[in-house]
């Protein structure tokens, strides 16, 4: 008997989560498996920023915070927004939450309503358009595909936006494919957004310093847009803080006024300690977030190199982020010991059951033609698991 609500039942699990735990549960059995399928830095928090919480935990920073976030890490984040970005908020535009995926949920809850459109370019995060049937509305794609390097183009854009629309969600840098729009591309986009004012922009800015093309750009820069942007943020992937969950919104205090009176429903603040940590990442030394990206700008070459040397995959070289999005469905409709291959999904359990390699098929990514492998991780598992690819990729015929 199932008395679960119809808003769960429409929710699809997490496909990166689910692989994970699939290249877990093989690891706990004792197969060596390379696990490609998770967004998540491979290096540790920066010490100065463990300091901070150990110091906070002394100065007991143990109660609860306001529901925005605390004071001084508001301030921190309104200054890295003018040093980094240069743009203008005040500390009553922020509102830090429990990790940026808190933070989009929010402002998609706080907006969204039944028969309201949320334009999505795809490929997609996976979690974007599952926030989207939470709130009960409905998600509109604009597919994107590596022949324009994943970006979608103004004219796209315009034809997906109707009186329906409501907001568009945006991801620069981008999770899953790494692409990265120029000020040139935003500026194209943005025009198109001044003629609709009754569409907001969520500007999912995370991989923001996991750059390799130098000055990242946000759409928050220009005016014609500027006081609906909602720019989503955080310190998960620039400073290796993923388990902290700290990310927040920079926006409209409308929005954010409105964001804050739900989350101060259903989680209250972020944790304590965490703020202290998150704080001391934006105030303290950037030399750590400048040597991780060296690293995965240096993995980036690295993989880009391997993969196109395997055949079948159609690859572009990403920008930004640390996932390569490999186009592979020469492969679908081919098999090896009996097993075939008819889609991203198959493939990519093909690669975890007999390659011992986990990464995760695109379907949940809305490009059912691609899988995703996240490079966050040592040169020798990068070289080691595309050998094991191409390898048993080989198989297929």
């Known amino acids: 008997m199932n008395q679960l609500s119809d808003r769960l039942n429409s929710l699809s699990p997490s496909e990166t989560l689910a692989m994970s735990q699939k290249s877990n549960e093989l690891k706990a059995q004792g197969v060596d498996v390379i696990n490609m399928s998770v967004g998540e830095p491979d290096f540790n928090t920066p010490d100065h920023i463990k300091e901070a919480a150990k110091k906070a935990v002394d100065d007991n920073f143990s109660r609860y915070s306001p529901v925005p976030g605390y004071p001084a890490l508001r301030n921190a984040i309104v200054a890295k927004l003018k040093k980094e970005n240069g743009l203008d908020y005040t500390a009553a535009q922020i509102l830090c939450s429990n990790g940026a995926k808190q933070s989009v949920c929010n402002v998609l809850m706080a907006l969204i309503g039944p028969g309201d459109e949320v334009v999505i370019p795809a490929p997609y995060w996976v979690s974007y358009p599952e926030m989207v049937k939470l709130a009960e509305g409905t998600n509109v794609f604009i597919s994107a595909g590596i022949e324009q390097d994943f970006k979608i183009t103004p004219a796209q854009l315009e034809a997906a936006i109707t009186p329906k629309t409501k907001a568009l969600i945006l991801c620069s840098p981008s999770n899953p494919t790494g692409s990265v729009y120029t000020k040139e591309e935003l500026a194209g986009l943005a025009a198109v957004l001044a003629k609709y004012p009754q569409v907001v922009i969520i500007a999912d800015e995370i991989y923001e310093h996991i750059n390799y093309i130098g000055q990242h750009e946000s759409i928050a820069q220009f005016p014609e847009v500027r006081d609906r942007v909602v720019i989503v943020n955080g310190v998960s992937k620039a400073y290796a803080m993923t388990g902290w969950r700290i990310g927040f919104i920079a926006g409209p205090q409308w929005i954010v006024s409105a964001c804050n009176k739900l989350q101060g429903q259903y989680t209250s603040g972020p944790c304590s300690v965490s703020q202290k940590a998150a704080e001391a990442a934006y105030v303290g030394t950037q030399a750590p ?16 190199k391997l993969a196109k040397e395997i055949p079948g995959f159609e690859v572009n070289v990403p920008q930004g982020a640390f996932y390569l999005f490999p186009k592979c469905d020469s492969y679908f409709g ?23 390699v986990a990464c995760v098929g ?18 020798e598992n990068i070289v080691e698991a595309m050998r094991r690819i191409k390898e048993v990729l080989g198989k297929l015929a």
């Not at 010991?337 to 975890?352: F, H, N, P, Q, T």
């Open 289 to 304: 977030v400048e040597e991780m990206r060296v690293a995965f700008e240096r993995r980036r070459d690295l993989i880009v």
């Open 334 to 356: 081919k098999s090896a010991d009996g097993r075939k291959i008819s889609d991203a999904g198959e493939l990519a359990m093909y690669l975890l059951e007999v390659g011992h």
């Open 362 to 379: 695109g379907t949940a990514f809305g490009a059912p033609e691609c899988i995703r492998m996240s490079y966050a991780t040592s040169d």
